[in-house]
């Protein structure tokens, strides 16, 4: 089930139960975990990108493991705002996902997330490109998730 705001899928979220970020790239899918509170983001990991049912498969045990209730997938928009190819195949992918697992959903705005990341993991961290290739897609996810969590909390 796709929810059309983060505020709708929270509202149907048991307590207790966290939601898990999700940044769908190309090759590799950076995921993000909230704490139980939903009020924190954290980079959890970083997985090869594959079929539908084996990602769907690998979040039902993950459900299990962290009492995940719900995915936020980041929503590439156009720089202006517009819905284009991307942002259709990324809604498309996490329909596809939330039938085959049984997890409800939302998408998220996620324009810039990782550019915002690799900025931060240059200036900041001094990291290498080798090193921030292994942690862009997870630092992402929880960027992309925490702005989520912030903008439902504010409402």
Request: glycine share 8%; with cysteine; proline share 4%.
């Given at each position: 089930?796709?929810?059309?705001?983060?505020?709708?899928?929270?509202?149907?979220l048991?307590k207790?139960?966290?939601?898990?970020?999700?940044?769908?790239?190309?090759?590799?899918?950076?995921?993000?975990?909230?704490?139980?509170?939903?009020?924190?983001?954290?980079?959890y990991?970083?997985?090869?990108?594959?079929?539908?049912?084996?990602?769907?498969?690998?979040?039902?045990?993950?459900?299990?493991?962290?009492?995940?209730?719900?995915?936020?997938?980041?929503?590439?928009?156009?720089?202006?705002?517009?819905?284009?190819?991307?942002?259709?195949?990324?809604?498309?992918?996490?329909?596809?996902?939330?039938?085959?697992?049984?997890?409800?959903?939302?998408?998220?705005?996620?324009?810039?997330?990782?550019?915002?990341?690799?900025?931060?993991?240059?200036?900041?961290?001094?990291?290498?490109?080798k090193?921030?290739?292994?942690?862009?897609?997870?630092?992402a996810?929880s960027?992309?998730?925490?702005?989520?969590?912030?903008?439902?909390?504010?409402?």
């Amino acid at each position: 089930m796709l929810f059309s705001t983060i505020q709708d899928l929270l509202l149907q979220l048991p307590k207790g139960y966290r939601v898990l970020g999700i940044d769908p790239g190309s090759k590799q899918i950076g995921l993000a975990l909230s704490d139980v509170s939903l009020m924190l983001a954290s980079p959890y990991e970083t997985i090869k990108r594959g079929k539908v049912s084996a990602f769907a498969q690998y979040l039902q045990q993950l459900a299990l493991k962290e009492q995940i209730g719900g995915l936020v997938c980041g929503l590439p928009l156009s720089l202006d705002g517009q819905f284009g190819p991307a942002a259709q195949a990324a809604k498309d992918w996490i329909t596809a996902v939330s039938n085959v697992s049984g997890l409800p959903a939302c998408l998220w705005d996620e324009r810039l997330s990782s550019s915002a990341v690799n900025r931060f993991l240059i200036e900041q961290a001094d990291l290498s490109r080798k090193k921030r290739n292994q942690i862009v897609d997870k630092m992402a996810a929880s960027y992309m998730l925490q702005a989520a969590l912030d903008a439902a909390k504010n409402r």
